[in-house]
């Protein structure tokens, strides 16, 4: 293994190099950074902006944005959708409500505001965020490695650079790495719900068209302007994962959303669903998150939930144990077995393609309460967002 380090005490107050100035390295920039830790954060963009479309963010994940002071900037630019439906070949098959009196709640957004919320906060608190550096790899003892040939010692070292992390890789503590036959293509549109026609606009609705080939349409309203469309299709259908999007076979099997689909002409991306899991989330001084640690399949819109509750996890954690190398593996101990179920309910519910079934089981982690925010009341007694 890569990873012999014995770890002494650290400091009260420490210094962290982040690689990946994404929403798991943002909150725990910001949690640490709440807690006396200098933070310094390396995004390998040459500029700060969210990759992607639309995002989910349930109950879990809005106690984590109360945390790390962006729930307010967050949850006023989006919208609160009261319920999922779900859709095959045209006919209601389900729909399951999410109203603050439940304590369930589905806030829905573009990744771009919640991105910009996260980066605000990390502003505030004095983190410091270096673009156009490209994290290539750690040493456990401590030392964030960069594409430029520079070395950045530090009390804590986080990988945040996603589902093929280089800071990951080089420590060897990736264990498996699975490719699904399905993916979606991520895009924005106008909402245009008077061009819609009739119909329950503001609700997340899973529209689904197994009759020729397996497609599938999740329709997001972000806010008043913004609709997330993103469209499942197979690995193999070149057609319809194609990009630029071909809005003529999309129109076609989902007529009644084609006024929208047409008006998506450019952008986005095909992404297969893939997920992975690691020998162990840290190796001496270095703690890997987010999707360098857990990807998942989008299929519970759990993937940033998850990811900025470990995060935050991280930093109470830290704030807990004094001596580092203790305090990281009660953070794993702690963390994993909800991440790992959600991540494995996910992949079998894209695996079968199965048909959306929101039940105890499946809403196990939007129900969590994440490490660091057991003192909160229920966020749903705070009025809901106007989107």
């Known amino acids: 293994m890569f990873c012999e380090i014995t770890v002494s005490h650290m400091a009260a107050q420490g210094h962290a190099e982040i690689a990946g100035a994404g929403f798991a390295g943002l909150t725990a920039a910001i949690a640490l950074a709440q807690r006396g830790w200098s933070v310094r954060v390396h995004e390998a963009s040459p500029e700060l902006r969210a990759l992607g479309a639309g995002i989910f963010i349930w109950e879990n994940g809005l106690r984590v944005l109360k945390a790390v002071g962006a729930y307010d900037d967050v949850t006023a630019g989006a919208h609160e959708a009261m319920v999922y439906e779900t859709r095959h070949d045209g006919k209601l098959i389900a729909a399951h409500s999410f109203t603050a009196d439940k304590g369930t709640r589905m806030l829905t957004m573009t990744r771009q505001h919640l991105y910009s919320a996260l980066i605000r906060a990390a502003q505030q608190h004095g983190v410091e965020i270096v673009t156009d550096s490209q994290a290539v790899g750690a040493m456990p003892e401590g030392v964030l490695m960069t594409a430029d040939g520079r070395s950045f010692p530090a009390d804590l070292v986080v990988g945040a650079d996603g589902v093929r992390s280089r800071v990951r890789d080089s420590l060897g503590l990736l264990q498996e790495r699975n490719v699904y036959g399905d993916g979606i293509v991520r895009v924005l549109a106008p909402r245009l719900k008077e061009e819609l026609g009739p119909g329950n606009w503001d609700h997340v609705i899973d529209f689904w068209n197994l009759q020729s080939r397996p497609l599938r349409i999740l329709y997001v309203p972000c806010n008043a302007q913004d609709l997330y469309l993103a469209l499942m299709a197979q690995v193999s259908d070149r057609e319809a994962n194609a990009i630029p999007l071909r809005t003529d076979i999309w129109s076609a099997a989902f007529p009644q959303l084609a006024p929208a689909i047409r008006q998506v002409s450019v952008g986005g991306r095909y992404d297969a669903y893939e997920t992975t899991k690691l020998v162990r989330w840290s190796c001496g001084r270095v703690a890997i998150i987010g ?13 940033a939930g998850t990811a900025m509750m470990n995060a935050l996890a ?37 695996n079968e393609r199965r048909l959306s079934r929101w039940d105890a089981d499946t809403l196990r982690t939007a129900n969590h309460i994440p490490a660091g925010t057991e003192h909160f009341g229920p966020l749903a007694a705070i009025p809901p967002p106007q989107g």
């Open 291 to 303: 999707d360098a640690a857990h990807a998942m399949t989008p299929t519970l819109g759990q993937g």
């Open 314 to 350: 991280l930093a109470v954690a830290l704030e807990r144990e004094r001596a580092l190398e203790p305090a990281l593996q009660q953070w794993e101990a702690r963390e994993r077995p909800l991440t790992e179920y959600t991540q494995d309910c996910s992949a079998q519910i894209a």
